[in-house]
């Protein structure tokens, strides 16, 4: 069955980098795309960025252009999602959901990251 | 930057129907949109329910369905449950900018 595993919760200081993984089983990797999306407290959905699995062609959010880089290890059938300049605002649930062809179907458990000095 | 509205909230009596928008600020809403729809629980992953406007994935209910209603994306509920109190969120394609969520329209079941 389709699986995604994510990494664990991570606490960080304002300034720092996070980076966050999913990890892809049950299906074959290099035919979806995956997604980062991400929800603040109290606050609503907000998508960050994708990556084609298979060819690596990524396209980010507008409001996120500069701070987040996504990647993707194809003989490990992980993707990381990468978060620098951490700030109070960046405090969120980030999840990974799979897509294709404007299909969104499964995700991952979500990742807690907390910024705070 | 596109900005994609839904109702604040709506409140549904169980056995009642109710339908939800989702409109994009560039304009009307087509299929070229992509439109998908979610579901999400308190303290839960969005789940998925909805995708290219009215396709409905293997775990959704027979209750939920898609469409595009004047130049909007739209999600019904019919015969609505007491588990269907949620907050639904829409999602919207555009070639320029990739993906943009709504704001969000919390369902609740009185």
């Known amino acids: 069955q389709v699986q995604f595993v994510q990494s664990g919760a991570e606490v960080k200081k304002p300034g720092a980098a996070v980076r966050v993984s999913c990890r892809a089983s049950g299906y074959t990797f290099k035919t979806y795309a995956i997604h980062w999306l991400r929800q603040a407290p109290g606050q609503r959905l907000e998508w960050m960025g994708w990556?084609?699995?298979?060819?690596?062609?990524?396209k980010y959010s507008q409001n996120l252009q500069g701070r987040v880089i996504i990647t993707r290890d194809t003989s490990a059938n992980t993707v990381y999602m990468e978060l620098s300049g951490l700030r109070s605002e960046d405090t969120a649930m980030y999840y990974c959901?799979?897509?294709?062809?404007?299909?969104?179907?499964?995700g991952g458990q979500g990742t807690l990251v907390t910024v705070s000095s | 930057q596109t900005v994609v509205t839904q109702e604040p909230s709506v409140t549904v009596s169980p056995g009642g129907t109710v339908i939800l928008t989702c409109a994009s600020s560039t304009g009307a809403v087509t299929s070229g949109h992509r439109p998908n729809w979610f579901q999400q629980k308190p303290g839960q992953a969005p789940r998925p329910l909805i995708y290219s406007t009215s396709n409905k994935h293997s775990w959704t209910p027979a209750r939920f369905s898609g469409s595009l209603l004047g130049g909007k994306a739209a999600l019904t509920l019919s015969g609505v449950q007491p588990e269907d109190e949620a907050e639904y969120y829409c999602?919207?394609?555009?070639?320029?900018?990739?993906?943009?969520f709504g704001t969000g329209t919390k369902v609740t079941v009185l």
């Open positions: 959901v799979r897509e294709r062809a404007g299909t969104f179907d499964y």
């Open positions: 999602l919207l394609y555009s070639s320029g900018t990739g993906y943009v």
């Open positions: 990556i084609n699995a298979g060819n690596g062609d990524i």
